[in-house]
């Protein structure tokens, strides 16, 4: 059974619900968010967004599912460049109840076989916080390796913080 799913605009009731009991345990990892953000009309507008934007072949915009299809989290494929560089950035999250059992790794295993095969993409990159070694242990099982620190790469939790930044090489060249 897949782990991942193109989100849909219906997604946005259970998506909001998840982020607003998730909201203090991804503070620390995300921008600072308003309010609004954690309702189901900002996050249809925000699905619609990144559809437009998959429509585009600049984003590949996933749910990540539970064994019961339910969603789990959000796995994103962001800032898709074609030509020479064939490469994009891979964004992820995953609910704090579902922290520590593989999902957040079978997802992004899962997209990296997308990126490589469905979009032909050469390279894909990851930033995580140097103190996020949950997520870096994610990275490094699907093959990640780093290759440089970027400080104040991005407004994190109110604060222009540092990241570690990884690559993924596809093995097809």
Do not use: C
């Amino acid at each position: 059974m897949p782990t991942t799913r193109l989100v849909t605009p219906e997604d946005a009731p259970e998506l909001a619900e998840l982020l607003r009991r998730n909201r203090t345990f991804l503070a620390p990892w995300e921008p600072e968010r308003d309010d609004a953000y954690f309702t189901a009309a900002t996050q249809r507008v925000l699905l619609e967004r990144a559809l437009a934007e998959h429509a585009g072949d600049r984003m590949l915009p996933l749910a990540v599912l539970d064994d019961a299809d339910r969603i789990a989290g959000r796995i994103t494929v962001n800032d898709i460049v074609r030509g020479a560089f064939l490469s994009a950035a891979i964004g992820y999250w995953v609910a704090e109840s579902h922290n520590g059992r593989g999902l957040a790794t079978k997802a992004v295993a899962e997209t990296l076989q997308t990126a490589f095969t469905d979009l032909g993409l050469h390279r894909l990159q990851a930033a995580t916080l140097p103190h996020n070694t949950a997520s870096q242990r994610v990275l490094l099982r699907n093959g990640f390796t780093a290759f440089g620190r970027a400080p104040q790469y991005l407004r994190i939790a109110g604060e222009w913080q540092e990241h570690i930044l990884y690559q993924a090489l596809n093995p097809e060249p």
